[in-house]
């Protein structure tokens, strides 16, 4: 179904959920650029709003999200402190301007809290924003979840809820610190459906220790079993000179790339199969979910919490290393939990880093967007970037197509998505 091109993979290339990318956030953007950012939201602007949580009762050895253990009951209670402050801030800033559509918890594991703080935290929200009945989703670890957590997601009306499985293979489980009995994953689900929570979404891993092609497929099986309204599946990035945590891999037992690839293409051709609608290069989601009407309208957006029918121009951020997005300024807060604690306690924002875009920027983030999200990019300086050596290599290999002055990503070039769009980053490669 597609070619391997070892080269084209070698290259490293960002995963693109924002441009600029956190790697370009300097410190010379920050609160005072994310306040100005908010006294001039007008009124009526779709707002989606995002709460970190960064603690975990048990820490995944192959994870890369800001997060550290939860057995410190008082380091809890004093970021939930925090947290609250911050909302408070933003929202009196605010002055009940933004429209408030989604509110996203994630982390971390969000149920590494009591049910009651989240309640709390979701009062909250709905009190100090201009919030009606908005869509509410959250990060679930299906180790950590409860019979009192299904109750009270249910009568909060939360939306959607996305799990943690990663892989069904116990050998594999093992060899990233993740142990989870496929029973536990299925008890989740059906607790879930049982009260009428059927927007399910999965996370799965390809590219981790140990994990054979069979291992895969006996996950997909099993998955397509179990039926989410989405997946995504993403490659393991092993990064233990940036992540401690993944040190205690063996990097000896990690699949080679062209393992990588045939595993991605696996996935890809298993839950297609199977009927789910492939969005991006990562995600697929059943037909009748509102990701798969996207897709198929071409109206697919990515953030930071990946492919997404979300079109708010603005997302505010809430919590240690959470990020704010607004159309020419993307902000991330203080990232140490201790640093963010303090900022609030002093009345100030937590905003601590970012980037702003000019014209050409915003140009360049929404081609890569579009090629990202839709597969295709109209281009004002086509004949430019076609005459380029680098696209005419894409173009000779199958890659890519040109429909006039359309640059679209054909269905070959699906893994190498993230390669074509890197074309357009100015501060890597640049057409």
């Given at each position: 179904m597609w070619t391997y091109h070892p080269d084209l993979l070698a290259r490293p290339v960002p995963r693109y959920t924002s441009y600029p990318t956190a790697m370009e956030f300097a410190e010379e953007v920050g609160a005072e650029h994310y306040a100005r950012a908010l006294d001039g939201l007008e009124s009526a602007t779709p707002v989606s709003l995002y709460v970190h949580i960064p603690f975990c009762e048990q820490i995944c050895w192959y994870c890369g999200c800001n997060t550290g253990a939860s057995g410190r009951k008082q380091r809890l209670t004093d970021y939930l402190t925090a947290l609250h402050a911050e909302i408070a801030l933003v929202a009196k800033r605010l002055g009940g301007r933004g429209r408030i559509r989604r509110i996203a918890f994630g982390g971390g594991s969000p149920n590494a809290i009591a049910p009651v703080e989240f309640v709390r935290l979701l009062d909250r929200l709905l009190t100090v924003f201009d919030a009606n009945r908005p869509e509410v989703s959250i990060e679930i670890d299906p180790r950590g979840f409860t019979p009192e957590w299904a109750l009270v997601l249910a009568a909060s009306n939360v939306t959607r809820v996305s799990l943690g499985v990663q892989t069904f293979a116990p050998h594999v489980q093992q060899a990233i610190g993740r142990v989870q009995p496929l029973s536990d994953i299925e008890t989740v689900m059906t607790s879930l459906r049982l009260r009428k929570i059927e927007?399910?979404?999965?996370?799965?891993?390809?590219?981790?220790?140990g994990q054979s092609l069979a291992d895969l497929e006996e996950t997909l099986t099993e998955t397509i079993r179990l039926a989410p309204s989405r997946v995504a599946l993403f490659g393991y990035a092993h990064l233990p000179q940036m992540l401690p945590r993944q040190r205690r891999i063996d990097a000896t037992n990690l699949p080679d790339q062209r393992l990588r690839f045939e595993q991605a293409e696996?996935?890809?051709?298993?839950?297609t199969e199977a009927g789910y609608i492939p969005?991006?290069?990562?995600?697929?989601a059943h037909p009748r979910d509102p990701l798969a009407a996207a897709a198929r309208e071409g109206r697919v957006n990515r953030n930071f919490q990946g492919?997404?029918?979300?079109?708010?121009?603005?997302?505010?951020?809430f919590g240690a290393s959470a990020i704010s997005r607004f159309p020419h300024l993307i902000v991330q807060n203080e990232k140490r939990a201790g640093p963010y604690r303090d900022l609030l306690g002093e009345g100030r924002l937590a905003a601590a880093r970012g980037v702003t875009l000019d014209a050409e920027e915003s140009v360049r983030a929404t081609t890569i967007r579009?090629?990202?999200?839709?597969?295709?990019?109209h281009l004002a300086n086509a004949a430019a970037v076609r005459s380029s050596?680098?696209?005419?290599?894409f173009e000779q290999r199958g890659l890519i197509d040109w429909q006039q002055d359309e640059l679209v990503i054909r269905s070959t070039g699906l893994p190498y998505a993230r390669h074509i769009a890197a074309q357009f980053d100015q501060r890597r490669a640049g057409c």
């Open positions: 927007a399910i979404n999965f996370d799965l891993m390809y590219g981790l220790p696996l996935g890809y051709r298993r839950l969005v991006g290069f990562d995600h697929f492919f997404t029918e979300d079109d708010a121009p603005v997302l505010l951020g579009d090629l990202l999200c839709n597969g295709r990019a050596s680098t696209m005419a290599d």
